[in-house]
């Protein structure tokens, strides 16, 4: 292998040390954060550090007729990322430039392997801000948000990554590098072609730098807690906000199975006896008490037992980072649950219109009792997006089919209730059969249509989304 | 004509009154509010009232081979609307149902014939806002605003028509309906096809349905005035505006020759001895007053004369009216500006990163001289996107030669300057050769790549865009 054509055409494009052919590394290149998803072993992985070095490795494994697998942290939860067998894996890890940060144009232009919290540092030292949060932020790449379309909590006032998305540079299957978008705050030339690679999981080409719209920083933010008797209250409490036409900048679900988990991983005082606590922040800066003030009245009218604000920035810091700790402390619950240590996170994705929010709520909990899995949820409520944390047993082959089948029915229900089969997590390998019932056989034979046009041998991740 | 088999199909499908064929209604369909471009003859004008009709004339025309062209209210300024010779136009001025309004999804979905005021009324009396606001916005339908991706005053705050689809129906060439997007404030199933769709100026579909994103109603807004003795001063205002992290829900220019021209239309106080005037609103609630004191100091420090806020809703309503009266009032002007009525306006769109909207500011000016025309700028200020009106004598050959000098230079320069030639107008048949420029041959050979996935045999639009 070690003489292969293709890795010596790509050890002359990119030098020896952007070459990774240790088997180790391949095994760690092989998936990204996702459960249940198939993964296989690359040939090579690549570490470009330009556009031009990424434009030989596309040309040379479409040459070579090798698949190309584009990485950025692999933190993602649906497979995009996952290599397949005999491809070279391209990693942007080492396109980590910050080519520009303009003020004035409120934009930055970025490689795709910077990391999105590098970026928002960045930014916020003059006095912008690049809103998209995903759970990952510290350690995720622009390139990777990009691909997968990022969410985060910033979401329910701010919106998801798209949004921020002006313009791309991509290579494309023919190695060819297409420039899409623009620097200006508006333009319609053409079609739309940046916002068909964001969300596209690396199936369409290799984007090797971004420009994002960025904002003015936001005022200091304000937080409080509602803490509820069922889940089902905190639901209708956030349609009650939407309602009486509040936005906050954040609302967050945890339910009773989070707030136990976080306790045990880091005792910060939460109210474990509560079934769901709802975490809301207002960055409205004169207006910002008031708005909290009238998200508690809503809360206490859906039935909160106890609504609280945090008395300081500190209070307010530690809310957030007990959400934050949401996923590492189920994590560690999961493990706990089950013998042997192969106690296991099945991470569902839904998104539903905010006013289904109540019923798929009570649904994920009758889905739980039904499969007879445990079933944590916590989630972006005031986007109607939650993430149900599906508990298994990885040895035990009977507790991962009770689990698959909780994550199917939690997907049905929520596409019954008029909503997605993915909010933020992406199709990937996970979804793809969930894609297709959602968009129809119409839609899938136009996504089908695009990949083809735009890469008509499949070279770029095989077998994702599709 | 009467007898052709395919207005046989036509009338069958859609019953006799909504297929036209009066020589006088067919003159009308011809073209949009476009200057400079061709316009053919239709064969008929079909009027469907559903998706079903819809589908049954895009299947007729395929089969006859006949092209189709969309149309919504005609008050495209670029073409793209423009019948072509022996075409079936699909116009949606009966399809005009507002079908559901949901306050806690914050969505709206409508026909595509709906025009924009009679939405944005419609959910404003629900406490919610539907924000974009082309001029036309009185006439012109969501259906082209989606097809043409319009912007309007609103954008500096709140984004323009693509930032508020959440999802479409689409007749595609095969006369298949596609269904595209979500009711959900998030979800990334798949490619967005939504976005393809918004912007591809009727090339790519019929749409037929629209799911918007609605926000709350904002609050009442403060207005006011600077008043430049030079049009640079007031695009280095505009760039200060940014760079202090202002966000105003409207900044817009207005130059002297369009406040001659709007004086002498309807006159309202305005001071023609100004070179350029900047109207400014915040609606940040108890905010407002500062930011508007904040965005007076930075345009006193570019060299302000003047600068005063309106004293009440009244005064304040009087300065965007004499904003929404720039079009009519220059209209007016070129008209009376060369004998015979033949005088007329030949109107660019460009957009340039803000930075560079004093430089375009002084170039716009320089090309008037250098073509010698008269040059009037209006436009959103604060997106750095502009619309330099070019009065031209339609008479005069040497006239509209040294107009359409004038605008191709005015895009170069927007080009040069890091912009786009198309801000929110689009590209119609107007600017085909400049979005070539400003895309070049790989965006070219993409736009086309897709264009065939979709509709094969050119059915759609042909001529338009590509």
Redesign the interface.
Known sequence: MAGSPLLDDLRAALGDEAVLTDPDLLRLHRRDEADLCAAGTPLVVVRPRDTAQVVAVVRAAARHGVPVVPQGARTGLAGAANAVDGAVVVSTVAMTAIREI??????AVVQPGVVNATLARAVREQ??YYPPDPGSWESSTIGGNVS??A?GMC??KY??T??YVLGLEVV?ASG?????G????????????T??F???EGT?GVITEVTVAL???PEESLTMVAVFGSTGGAGTAV?GI??Q???PSLLELLDRTHLLAIEAYRPMGLRTDAQALLLAAAD????AADDLARIAEVCTAAGAQEVYAATDAVEAAALLQARRLAHPAMEKFAVDTYPGGNGGLIIDDV?????ALATLLDGVARIATECGVPIGVVG?A????LHPNIVVDRADPASLERGRRAFDEIIRLGLEL??????????GLL?RD??AR???P??V???Q??K???DPAGLFNPGK?L
Chains 1, 2 share one sequence.
């Open positions: 303009d003020p004035v144009a409120r934009i006095g912008l997968t379309n969410g979401c329910v919106g998801v798209t949004e494309l060819e590098v297409l420039r899409t623009r620097r200006t705050a508006k333009g319609v030339a053409g079609y739309d072609l916002r068909l964001v969300g596209a369409l904002r003015p920083a349609a939407a309602a036409g509040l936005t409205t800066g004169p207006r998104a539903v219109p905010r006013g972006h005031g986007d109607g997006n008029g909503g997605t089969c993915t909010g933020e997590h992406g199709v979804k969930w894609l959602e968009i129809g119409v839609g034979r136009v996504h249509a695009i083809a046009a735009l989304v």
